[in-house]
């Protein structure tokens, strides 16, 4: 680290907005593959838990790599990097007293486990949305699969490139078997029930 950067002590700080918001901030982590409803059960969420006044956001890979990540390509590396900042950027909404939905295929187990380093263990809860690859084909409203089958997108996870399933996830969601409402119902009551702790 540069020793002329200096980390700034600021006099609100992050027990102060939960105490504020009457609730803690932690990060819970969706992985899946693309087309699994990783952003669609983020928002079913968010707006479940806004109604009833908790503080959230939602990072989602789309518009992070719009802005934030814009510079950055899919090579390994890339991607790599990606998720480092995206990581930096939940653990700066933990800080600010948020519950952050990071909604990111994140395939890899190491890539996932560097990411719960930087938020924080105790402050990362991964969610795995669980969808048979058949599943996410039929949802692909982008034909993003149909490009990867042809050989137009490389590298396209769970296609050209692996998807490593977590082994023990916070919360395994299996999309196909129920309706968005009834898994947006299981992470909530999940989050409701770390929120009362």
């Given at each position: 680290m ?11 700080n992050?027990s102060?907005?939960n105490?504020?918001n ?10 899946g593959?693309?087309?699994s409803?990783?952003s ?8 479940i ?11 989602d890979?789309?518009?992070i790599r719009?802005?934030?990540?814009k510079?950055?390509?899919?090579s390994?590396?890339d991607?790599?990097e ?7 950027v939940a ?8 519950i ?11 890539d996932r486990?560097?990411?719960a ?9 991964e ?9 996410c084909e039929e949802r ?9 089958r ?11 490139a ?7 996830p ?6 196909q ?11 909530v ?5 770390k929120?009362?702790?």
């Amino acid at each position: 680290m540069n020793k002329n950067i200096i980390t700034q002590a600021y006099e609100v700080n992050r027990s102060m907005r939960n105490q504020s918001n009457a609730h803690p901030s932690f990060v819970l982590w969706f992985t899946g593959l693309s087309g699994s409803g990783k952003s669609t059960l983020a928002n079913a969420v968010e707006k479940i838990l806004f109604q009833k006044g908790v503080q959230t956001y939602t990072l989602d890979g789309d518009n992070i790599r719009q802005g934030v990540n814009k510079g950055l390509g899919f090579s390994a590396e890339d991607r790599k990097e990606n998720l480092r900042r995206i990581a930096e950027v939940a653990k700066l909404f933990v800080d600010a007293g948020q519950i952050c939905f990071s909604a990111f295929i994140s395939p890899m187990r190491k890539d996932r486990a560097m990411i719960a380093s930087i938020v924080g263990e105790e402050d990362f809860y991964e969610v795995f949305i669980d969808t048979p690859i058949e599943v996410c084909e039929e949802r692909d409203v982008k034909g993003l699969y149909k490009k990867a089958r042809s050989g137009e997108i490389p590298n396209f996870t769970g296609i050209s490139a692996p998807y490593e399933a977590p082994n023990n996830p916070d919360l395994h969601i299996q999309t196909q078997d129920e309706s968005i409402e009834e898994s947006a119902q299981k992470i909530v009551a999940f989050i409701e029930n770390k929120i009362k702790k």
